[in-house]
């Protein structure tokens, strides 16, 4: 399966339906966009999935890491 945000391959089951096989959802190890199998092709064909919100995997170790939290004042 491919990831239909950032077009890799590493995509791992995260969780199924508990009742029944209704639905499962899917994981990407490289972007970490999860999505549900039951979702509309916009969200889930990374061939329709919306271009303005694609990343590319090779850029994401460039991207702007959430700053630490300082210590606490006492
Ligand atoms: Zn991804």
Same mark, same amino acid.
């Given at each position: 399966? /491919?990831? @239909?945000?950032?077009?890799?391959? &590493?995509?791992?089951?995260?969780? &199924?339906?508990?009742?029944?096989?209704?639905?499962?959802? =899917? /994981?990407?190890?490289?972007?970490? =966009?999860?999505?549900?199998?039951t979702e509309t092709s916009d969200k889930t064909d @990374? &061939?329709? =999935?919306? $271009? &303005?919100?694609? /990343?590319? $995997?090779?850029?994401?170790?460039?991207?702007?890491?959430?700053? $630490? /939290?300082? @210590?606490?004042?006492?």
């Amino acid at each position: 399966m /491919i990831c @239909p945000r950032c077009d890799t391959d &590493k995509v791992e089951v995260m969780v &199924k339906s508990p009742v029944g096989d209704v639905w499962e959802v =899917y /994981i990407c190890k490289t972007c970490w =966009y999860s999505w549900r199998s039951t979702e509309t092709s916009d969200k889930t064909d @990374p &061939k329709e =999935y919306n $271009a &303005k919100f694609k /990343i590319k $995997a090779e850029s994401i170790p460039d991207m702007l890491v959430i700053p $630490a /939290i300082p @210590p606490l004042k006492k």
